[in-house]
């Protein structure tokens, strides 16, 4: 059970770089969701996607991007790093709502430190 | 706008003790309500999902109640043990707008021997 996976699990950027955090499920899960958590403090919503093709901010998504062009991978992709984007993601995925009571499943998180 | 609010962020039992967790939120129209355990540096563990129907759930030593009417949830721990140790996040999921989650900032809970 590979659930949802998430690569890498631990990088370092300087200033400037970009890169992309992967994000598989294997569920077949409609709905997919990137967090990020601050030291001390719960996770916030990025960007969300209901499913192929169709993606929306969340709370927090400037210096992000997201697309989604298959069910199973939701990339995350930061462009210019900054030292305020240091934190830890989470990736999540679930079914549909009205597709049963069904809880959201989350990733071991990306953490992500920016130099 | 939800919001959720967890009180207190910081707790301190000693070992045997009984103890309530706080969970509010300001938006009632919820689809559940999940309790989650996480340890430093890793990643969220599910303890306990309420359906928005629901009243309680009980997991072992952990039971969790839901009032949607008055926005709260508490998660209630049986004869805590060190083991116990970790930071508690309450996430209240909409049931609507692609059933996004709004999590609390945690209580830390820490269990003395």
């Known amino acids: 059970n590979a659930g949802v996976t998430q690569t890498p699990k631990f990088r370092i950027l300087k200033i400037g770089q970009s890169m992309t955090l992967q994000c598989t499920q294997d569920m077949n899960h409609n709905y997919m969701y990137w967090y990020r958590q601050d030291p001390g403090m719960g996770l916030k919503l990025i960007y969300y996607?209901?499913?192929?093709?169709?993606?929306d901010k969340g709370e927090v998504p400037n210096g992000y991007n997201v697309s989604r062009s298959t069910t199973e991978d939701f990339p995350l992709r930061l462009e210019l790093a900054a030292p305020s984007q240091t934190s830890v993601y989470f990736c999540?995925?679930?079914?549909?709502?009205?597709?049963?009571?069904?809880?959201?499943?989350f990733g071991d998180g990306t953490r992500l430190s920016i130099l | 706008k939800q919001e959720v609010t967890q009180i207190p962020a910081a707790l301190s039992v000693p070992e045997g003790e009984n103890l309530v967790l706080n969970c509010s939120f300001t938006?009632?129209?919820?689809?559940?309500l999940q309790w989650f355990r996480q340890d430093p540096g890793k990643g969220l563990t599910s303890l306990l999902l309420i359906q928005s129907s629901q009243r309680e759930q009980t997991s072992g030593r952990l039971n969790a109640s839901l009032d949607k009417s008055s926005g709260r949830s508490t998660l209630y721990i049986a004869a805590s043990q060190p083991g116990d140790s970790a930071t508690y996040l309450c996430?209240?999921?909409?049931?609507?707008?692609?059933?996004?989650?709004?999590f609390g900032d945690g209580t830390t809970l820490t269990v003395k021997p």
């Open positions: 938006d009632s129209a919820i689809y559940n």
């Open positions: 996607s209901v499913g192929a093709g169709i993606t």
């Open positions: 996430a209240v999921r909409s049931d609507t707008n692609a059933g996004k989650s709004t």
């Open positions: 999540a995925s679930s079914y549909s709502l009205g597709a049963g009571n069904q809880p959201q499943h």
